[in-house]
């Protein structure tokens, strides 16, 4: 059993288990702040009746996603205790940025958001609403802060340090505002933040569109698809142009993530070609299968269809290279979910705009399902990051055209720790998480069961004409 091997598997089983919860609760919490915001301005009692029911939900969701990400803290210091060291200066300021300025924000207003309807006067809870969703939003600021950094590090240098007679490689910051700013970090943070919008649109869709299938809460249901539908559009929208950015700052900072994203083995002398998919093979050196568009790459990336996009034959000396067929599938994977989101919203607006959304069935219950499709988004989001940057835990800085510092993945993982002991972890953690899994997947379908709460005038059995017509 290969240590390494096993202690990358855990923390990826660990890390992707938690990115399942934090960005439903960020999409969440701007979709409670419309919720709230609408019912303090119109005062229809609608509108608070849905800011209870999805609180609740976001409040379920809050919880597993705080419970899922402090295994990953420990982890880096029992499993990555070398990679811990190496940027603890760096990562220590963000880490405890985040927990002052975020989690304390976050969690200290999360009692009267979940607690205080009847305690507190509507603005009060609003404000409280307003706070923990610009608490979850900085969270995922310094979070990603000191992911981007891994990516594209600056504002640090490399010094020697000296632990029990042993010299030690360790990055600490020397401008704590081009560690913050470096040059993948906006980018990334707006990548994330509308993932998590498209995220939070598609959950409130997927549960409104089941009540309106069986004909339960109706208005309830259909105020909320079209509010979440509203935010899906835009963001899906949004993040082809976020996309966009996203990838050319990639070809300039991380050209071999580029490589691998796209199957470039080889560098093309007439311009280089866009997959829309196919199988990459690193015994050929070629993409199978697969659909080429000549020239669009150099398009997006240059601006023109003939200077070429460098490929591994000329960037995997200095670089290395990533594993190329996970880091292409899970991008193309992303970049085809966000087109069918982008196709499939256009559509349902231009129907409501008709007036006959509701009425279409079969778009509805694809709704239903969709919100598996973007947390799959979200998840081939974080691999493609993730794997791609491989074979570096922390990238070496391009600095004058040269590659400098630098950490590879190798070298992150501690001297203590066994195989044995990582894959008993694993087993041990699949157990847990499998039964959190469980949990959530049943107090989900407890809430959603039992629906929001009804006001004085809503018939408890619901319109018996919408059951019949729904049957």
């Not at 002991?421 to 847990?432: A, D, E, H």
Request: with cysteine.
């Amino acid at each position: 059993m290969d240590v390494l091997l096993l202690s990358r598997l855990q923390f990826a089983f660990t890390i992707m288990f938690h990115y399942l919860f934090p960005p439903l609760t960020i999409g969440l919490g701007v979709i409670l702040v419309y919720l709230e915001g609408m019912y303090l301005r119109t005062k229809q009692p609608i509108y608070e009746q849905a800011a209870r029911f999805w609180t609740k939900i976001f409040g379920l969701n809050f919880a597993l996603g705080v419970v899922t990400g402090i295994v990953m803290e420990f982890e880096f210091g029992t499993n990555w205790a070398a990679y811990s060291r190496y940027v603890g200066d760096v990562f220590g300021s963000a880490l405890a940025a985040e927990g002052i300025f975020a989690f304390f924000l976050e969690s200290g207003f999360l009692s009267l958001l979940l607690f205080g309807w009847d305690r507190v006067g509507p603005k009060m809870h609003f404000f409280a609403t307003l706070m923990v969703c610009l608490g979850g939003i900085f969270s995922s600021v310094w979070i990603t802060i000191a992911n981007s950094w891994q990516q594209t590090p600056t504002g640090h240098e490399i010094r020697e340090v000296v632990i029990n007679g042993q010299t030690f490689e360790r990055a600490e910051i020397v401008d704590f505002w081009a560690m913050v700013f470096n040059p993948s970090t906006i980018d990334r943070l707006i990548h994330v933040w509308i993932g998590a919008f498209i995220l939070g649109a598609f959950f409130v869709m997927s549960i409104s569109a089941w009540y309106i299938l069986k004909g339960r809460h109706l208005e309830f249901a259909k105020r909320s698809f079209t509010g979440a539908l509203l935010l899906a559009t835009v963001s899906s929208l949004a993040q082809l142009v976020s996309g966009h950015s996203n990838a050319n700052m990639v070809a300039e900072y991380q050209p071999a993530k580029l490589a691998a994203m796209e199957g470039l083995y080889e560098t093309e002398e007439q311009g280089t070609g866009l997959y829309l998919f196919g199988w990459p093979d690193d015994e050929t050196g070629t993409v199978k299968y697969g659909i080429e568009i000549p020239g669009m790459l150099s398009f997006l990336v240059h601006g023109d269809f003939k200077t070429p996009v460098p490929g591994f034959d000329q960037l995997e000396d200095q670089w290395g290279r990533p594993p190329v067929w996970l880091t292409f599938q899970a991008y193309h994977l992303m970049i085809g979910i966000g087109s069918l989101f982008i196709a499939s919203t256009l559509f349902a607006c231009l129907l409501w705009y008709r007036g006959t959304l509701f009425e279409t069935r079969w778009l509805l219950w694809y709704f239903v399902f969709a919100v598996a499709l973007a947390f799959i988004a979200n998840e081939a989001g974080w691999v493609s990051a993730e794997v791609g940057r491989q074979p570096w835990i922390v990238a070496p800085s391009l600095i004058d055209g040269e590659l400098v510092g630098g950490l590879r993945t190798s070298e992150g993982l501690s001297e203590a720790v066994r195989a044995e002991q990582v894959l008993g972890s694993i087993i041990f953690f699949g157990f847990i998480y499998f039964l959190l899994f469980i949990l959530w997947v049943t107090l989900l379908h407890q809430k959603i069961s039992h629906g929001p709460e009804l006001s004085g005038d809503e018939d408890p059995y619901h319109d018996r004409a919408h059951i019949e017509k729904a049957v």
